[in-house]
């Protein structure tokens, strides 16, 4: 089944500062969250021959709110996402996976400037019905 990221929603960034314990370096570290709304590419009745260890489709999305991160800038990127709303149209005795999985942060270079990498979540989306995922991505760079 192919799925489409129907709404994206951010909330407020939490920017503070760090120490890197081995150094004793300022860090700098950002958590950034919201919601992403996930459903099948198309609305009405389908047959899908998902099952229970199916991988789930590749998906990704630039992580809103993100500031770029310069090339060679050492910086660590966390990602998580977590099921956080399901509707099912169906009923049945029939298991099917949803939801989420290898969820990780990758740096994508920016189109105009090569020089700049913005933070790019990506994951396996898989199951049969819309839902709604939290993600949150956790950065930390030299401050």
Known sequence: MTFVLRDLTADPPLHFAATDPTTGGPLRASILS???ALGPAAQGFSITSSRADDPGQPMGFPVP???????GEPARLWGEMSLSQLVINSSGSTVMPQGVSRVAVQLLPDQ??????????????????????????????SG
């Not at 709110?65 to 090339?71: G, I, T």
């Not at 049969?128 to 760079?141: N, W």
């Open 34 to 36: 919201g919601g992403a």
């Open 65 to 71: 709110q993100a500031e770029p991160v310069r090339f």
């Open 112 to 141: 105009a400037d090569q020089s700049l990498l913005w933070p790019h979540l990506t994951f396996s989306c898989m199951g049969t019905d819309a839902f709604v995922a939290r993600y949150r991505v956790a950065m930390v760079r």
